[in-house]
């Protein structure tokens, strides 16, 4: 399969997190902060899927706006090329290490094995071309937020799975049923091979849906979303038939600047925001549904 690789150049001052976060809103699929051409230079390295045939016009434009604004301050100028899924897993191996996210849990790389004390917790993921390792800042808080909200025999949702990370962390936390959907196939397949690998076939299962199109109503204890900010509020009017009362929401993919969209969201469909969690340009909140 095909990819489009974009590296974008831009001065090692600015406010490359933020960029970041706009790549990922226009559909990046990851994206790896690595030294530019120059000394003072920075490359952000962003993958898109080979039919987003306009992404440059797109970026163009969201960086022109930040630059309009005040966010982005010195000269910037994109470079594409196509890649192939061999150089993207390439990629990941040269940048994905065991790293302790939370205060339980590890996450380590299929290919690479840490050592971890008996009361932690260790999700080995194979990224494949999922893109989501687990250290990112929105998989990692959503981690966390699992680890304080998930009690044993919970049933749990995991909507955009995507290599299964927050859906096999639940499973070792303890829940009984967790039931992982994503819209990408391949994201589905490869989030069955962690759920094999990490040795919880028996609590998750991986399917494909748009959002919970697919799923079938239920009572979850917990849902989890790790998604971009537009699909969290089409997401909101759709949730409560597959929550108990008293359930709670935990969703992240939310840049600062969509945070009050989030917010007067959750009040119009009966959420109350319990917690709001921030790291490096991302937010996670956790929401308790009231019937």
């Not at 590296?7 to 997190?17: G, I, N, S, V, W």
């Amino acid at each position: 399969m095909k990819w489009i690789e974009m590296d974008l150049f831009l001065p090692k001052q600015e406010a490359t997190d933020l960029v970041a976060l706009v790549l990922y809103e226009c559909g990046s699929n990851g994206s790896i902060l690595q030294e530019g051409l120059q000394q003072d230079e920075a490359r952000i390295t962003a993958y898109f899927s080979e039919g987003q045939e306009n992404i440059r016009q797109t970026v163009q434009e969201k960086l022109a706006e930040l630059s309009r604004n005040g966010s982005l301050t010195g000269p910037w100028r994109i470079e594409l090329t196509q890649a192939d899924d061999q150089s993207w897993m390439y990629e990941w191996q040269k940048y994905f290490h065991p790293k302790k996210i939370t205060e339980r849990f590890w996450v380590e790389p299929a290919w690479e094995r840490t050592v971890s004390s008996p009361d932690e917790l260790v999700l080995t993921i194979d990224p494949g071309l999922a893109f989501g390792s687990g250290i990112h800042d929105t998989t990692s808080l959503c981690i966390a937020c699992l680890e304080k909200f998930v009690k044993p025999g919970d049933t749990v949702i995991d909507i955009g799975t995507g290599t299964g990370i927050l859906a096999i962390a639940a499973a070792l936390l303890g829940a009984r049923q967790v039931t992982a959907v994503d819209l990408d196939e391949v994201a589905v397949a490869q989030a069955q091979k962690n759920i094999t690998l990490n040795g919880v076939e028996e609590q998750v299962t991986a399917s494909c849906s748009d959002l919970l199109d697919a799923v079938t109503p239920g009572r979850a204890q917990v849902i989890v979303a790790n998604i971009v900010t537009d699909a969290i509020l089409a997401l909101l009017p759709q949730v409560s038939p597959f929550m108990v009362s008293g359930g709670m929401l935990i969703v992240s993919g939310i840049i600062d600047e969509r945070i009050g969209e989030i917010r007067q969201a959750a009040n119009q469909w009966a959420f109350d925001i319990v917690e709001e969690h921030y790291s490096g340009g991302w937010y996670a909140v956790v929401m308790r549904w009231q019937s």
